[in-house]
């Protein structure tokens, strides 16, 4: 299929080559990683592969050639400890991308790292590339270690403050995000006060997942009812200690649900609707180490499942991206992740501000793309719309309707 073929497969609604582009590219240097998080949902992390500068050179022609990279796109290092791999290898990978025309101005580089291994090289390159930095850091030590442990069971809390410390010292802003387990519950004014303090960019919160092969949350081991309850609970009390401060910490779920309800407009898509990178095919796209690719929710790449198969839709040595539609499993992925987002559609009110979120979180939970509601919607979609809106009617005097559905 050349670039330019109308991609008749697509619909909702159908579209053509030149309407579909890149948003976030995904790619795995190695699926190595040095620590060994309780709830990591990332496969072969012991394995050390590294990617070939060929298969990095054949995925950017890919890339150049394909059409997508039209607006400036995220070029996210990730699906494994991306510092890993060291410095060295980087320099090379930065000029091999660089040798194509325009990639200096569309590709915005991003690690999202663990922070253990960052020292002044690694700020060196990073200040040089102006790459964007986001690190995991759960809170306070005692939350942080709980989880995220090294393989001989330390916890690495105190190595990812060493690594902070020298972003900071080197002038390199960064963002966090943050795994809630059902332990962090407890906490909600330790791990707030935490980062207010820690002098970040922002924080995002994920409540821990049931993902690829972290098969059980830590949220599974209380009534689901129970469970949700305390997550309510945990949001609304961290939104009231920021907003009792005067919002010093940008907290990423509030501020896209305020976006969401002020600014509707900055997410949509041309024909109207709440623009979601994550069920727009080729709009994300996901390289592993050896060349193989897949779309949708990255969590997905190198998952392999009995209703779905693979998730691999092609690899980048032998198919271009446009491709991957005309493969079966593409087909009945994406026929399944429209008919769940129509029952969205049909069933919730939250549909125009949120666009049918993660197509993984329906599979991992829900056992098929083909289904509405998640917890994890309803935990970092749903309460803090809820949460911001109960704000804003409140500052402004005004009540917008009927009350939120999940009041706990
Ligand atoms: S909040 Fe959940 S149920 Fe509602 S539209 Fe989003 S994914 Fe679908």
Redesign the pocket.
Known sequence: MTPNAPVASLSNPPKTAEQLFLGVLVIQPSPFCNINCDYCYLPNRTSSRRMEFSVLEQTMARVFESGLAGPPFVLLWHAGEPLAVPVSWYEQAFEIINRFPGAKEKVMHSFQTNGTLIDDRWCEFIKKHDVSIGLSIDGPEFIHDRHRKTRSGAGTHAKAMRGAAKLKEAGIDFGVVSVISDFSLDYPDEIYEYFRDLGIEGVGFNIEEVEGINAESSFDQVDPATAESRVRRFLERVFARNKGDGFPLRIREFENARENILAPELNRAPDGRYYNLEVDPLAMLNVDCFGNFSTFSPELLGQATETYGSFTFGNVAANQFFEATGVESFQQVLADIESGNRK?AQS?P??EH?G??SPSNKYYENGTFDS???RH?RCM??MPLDIVLADLEERLGVSYGEPPRHAA
């Open positions: 969205c919730c939250y549909w949120c049918g979120a509405a509601e998640t919607c979609i749903q």
